[in-house]
């Protein structure tokens, strides 16, 4: 199926691992690629990690000061950061909601749990 819809798509909100409390996620996987939508309220601060998966995020709504390895820029609206594989990164949104599509490549497996464990059916499966 070569189509698909967001409001389609469950939304995981509870905490954890892989989500921060004041975020939420939508994800699909597709091949070789997963896309997270992912929303986040004002002052939200997610903690520095890495993955394997390299990642793009590309700002939809509102504007995140994203810190990838010693570089820190404030992001918006049709602005993108990469993040290269095992390189640690952060996120803080600002004074407003924030709404980015982050796309892995290949799908984070710690996802790819998490949507297991809240029985989210992949579209792209």
């Known amino acids: 199926m070569p189509f698909y819809s967001w409001a389609s798509i469950p939304k995981?909100?509870?905490?954890?691992?892989?989500?921060?409390a004041?975020?939420?996620?939508q994800a699909a996987v597709l091949g070789d690629t997963m896309l997270a939508l992912h929303e986040a309220f004002p002052n939200l601060k997610c903690k520095p990690h890495r993955h394997e998966s390299a990642q793009t995020t590309y700002m939809l709504k509102g504007k995140l000061r994203m810190r990838v390895g010693e570089?820190?820029?404030?992001?918006a609206p049709g602005e993108f950061a990469y993040v290269p594989s095992n390189v640690e990164h952060s996120i803080e949104s600002l004074d407003e909601y924030v709404l980015a599509l982050?796309?892995?490549?290949?799908?984070?497996?710690?996802?790819l749990i998490r949507l297991e464990a809240i029985g989210e059916a992949s579209p792209g499966k």
């Open 22 to 25: 004041g975020m939420s996620r």
């Open 12 to 20: 995981d909100v509870e905490p954890g691992e892989t989500l921060p």
């Open 71 to 75: 570089e820190v820029k404030v992001i």
């Open 102 to 111: 982050d796309v892995f490549a290949p799908p984070r497996p710690d996802i």
